[in-house]
């Protein structure tokens, strides 16, 4: 069945460091790939997606893009900021719009002033 | 607007008791999703209803687990006879199409069984 792997955390950083967070995956035909965040009190939230080999996803300086060749989606942001602090999850679901995702067992991120 | 709202925050019971989560998703939506997360794991699909009807409960992990949606917004989920095994975060998401990513999530309910 589909599959999800993720780098294990806690990632520790300093305010300013570039931050890469591993994820691949193992599904059958094309899934969509996505990256959710999930703030201490608060509930999942969709941070970015793709939906096709070398599409590259974006939102609030973090990127992932799409690496069908190396069936991985690795989280990137050149400069983290403390609010950046969180947990992340990599999760891809099945082509045709699937309603049931695969989830990774997520990466704690924590960034000090 | 209000997001998906999810009571208690938490809950510790005691093995063999029932308890009863309850998610109130957001207005409008149609759809209405569970999750369970164990502790270092990812979500994992429970169920999936469209309106009042369960369109897929093929994630639930046995018939311990239940579900309802009654008027197609308030879903309650219903765990009878608990055992520590089941202790984790429910989570439920809502949305108004079909798709993984229009899916938005609640805050979650920390179920700890004794």
């Known amino acids: 069945g589909d599959s999800v792997t993720q780098m294990e955390g806690p990632v520790t950083l300093s305010e300013e460091a570039f931050l890469t967070i591993n994820c691949t995956y193992t599904?059958?035909?094309?899934?969509?790939l996505f990256w959710y965040v999930q703030y201490p009190g608060e509930g999942l939230q969709l941070l970015l997606k793709?939906?096709?080999?070398?599409d590259k996803g974006s939102n609030k300086g973090f990127e992932a893009t799409y690496r069908k060749e190396t069936t991985s989606f690795h989280l990137e942001k050149g400069s983290v900021q403390v609010s950046d602090s969180a947990v992340y999850f990599c999760?891809?679901?099945?082509?045709?719009?699937?309603?049931?995702?695969?989830f990774g067992r997520g990466t704690s991120l924590i960034v000090h002033p | 607007g209000a997001g998906v709202s999810q009571t208690p925050s938490n809950k510790v019971t005691e093995k063999g008791k029932y308890v009863e989560l309850r998610c109130d998703p957001i207005?409008?939506?149609?759809?209405l999703y569970w999750y369970r997360q164990s502790l270092g794991q990812g979500p994992e699909f429970l169920i999936y209803?469209?309106?009042?009807?369960?369109?897929?409960d093929s994630g639930l992990p046995n018939d311990r687990f239940f579900a309802v949606r009654p008027e197609g917004s308030v879903s309650t989920l219903k765990i009878q006879r608990t055992e520590r095994g089941d202790s984790a975060v429910y989570l439920c998401?809502?949305?108004f199409g079909q798709g993984f990513d229009e899916q938005f999530f609640g805050p979650g309910t920390r179920l700890t069984v004794l």
């Open positions: 207005s409008g939506h149609t759809a």
């Open positions: 209803f469209q309106g009042t009807g369960a369109a897929d």
């Open positions: 599904a059958t035909g094309y899934p969509s």
């Open positions: 998401a809502s949305s």
């Open positions: 793709a939906t096709k080999a070398d």
């Open positions: 999760a891809l679901s099945a082509s045709g719009g699937s309603y049931i995702p695969t």
